[in-house]
């Protein structure tokens, strides 16, 4: 059921010294669940946004019939034509076994170096600090281990020359990002109105087909459970972060 909103409109983000956003998440769809609408907003201001999948998705089906390997293939074009929809320039598959992502040195080391190769001035990441999501769900492990396995290489790993010094010699300096938002925070510092957006995040969230054996029941779902009620009568939809800010 749609909640009934107290918050007022939010004004538009200002992205004004953001030239690159990079996302960071488990699974494949799990972009375009959490900010799909936010990146189609990023990308039609001429933001570079890439997403980075951190695991290969190879269980996210309970079909016997598909093989591990042609699930992740499935999956893989699935997010790519998902991130099309969005205007997402690149899609990164770090390739790590779904269901056991750890914050392990070598994982970090990858994705530091990544960071320091796109040089994004905004990260998206999930929360690694959420357990529960509402009254009926636990949230998978792997979304909290990519919200460690980002935050990690933001800090203290990309920005300080000590961490991995041979990446120099490959032309990837240190760099420090100006914003993190962390998406799935008890106490979200900015919601971004993608209303305009959610036909098109919808359409993405669908591309992954693997995941759905009813889309019209999915989406009439998120219809319902996103919906935010307006004093007018009207239903909004919003993505909401906690922003942090690095001077």
Not at 13 to 38: E, M, Q, Y
Not at 189 to 218: G, M, Y
Not at 221 to 238: I, P, T
Request: aromatic share 8%.
């Amino acid at each position: 059921m749609a909640s009934v909103s107290n918050n007022p409109t939010p004004d538009a983000p200002d992205w004004s010294d953001v030239k690159r956003a990079l996302v960071i998440v488990a699974h494949p769809d799990d972009a375009d669940f959490i900010c799909a609408g936010t990146c189609i907003q990023m990308a039609q201001q001429g933001i570079e946004v890439t997403y980075m999948v951190l695991t290969n998705g190879d269980k996210g089906n309970h079909n016997p019939e598909i093989t591990r390997n042609q699930l992740i293939a499935m999956r893989q074009i699935e997010q790519r034509n998902a991130a099309a929809l969005s205007g997402v320039k690149e899609v990164l598959f770090m390739g790590e076994e779904d269901g056991f992502l750890r914050p392990h040195r070598e994982i970090r080391k990858r994705v530091t170096q990544a960071i320091r190769r796109i040089r994004p001035e905004l990260i998206i990441c999930t929360n690694p600090d959420r357990y529960f999501v509402g009254e009926g769900y636990i949230n998978h492990p792997d979304h909290r281990n990519a919200g460690l396995v980002a935050i990690e290489a933001i800090f203290p790993a990309a920005d300080n020359p000590m961490f991995y010094p041979d990446m120099a010699d490959e032309g990837y300096h240190p760099h420090k990002i100006k914003y993190l938002y962390v998406h799935g925070h008890d106490a979200p510092s900015l919601r971004v109105d993608i209303t305009a957006e959610l036909p098109t995040k919808i359409e993405a969230i669908l591309c992954h087909k693997s995941q759905f054996e009813d889309p019209e029941k999915a989406k009439a779902r998120w219809l319902e459970m996103w919906g935010e009620r307006q004093e007018d009568g009207s239903l909004r939809y919003f993505e909401a972060f906690k922003v942090m800010k690095f001077g």
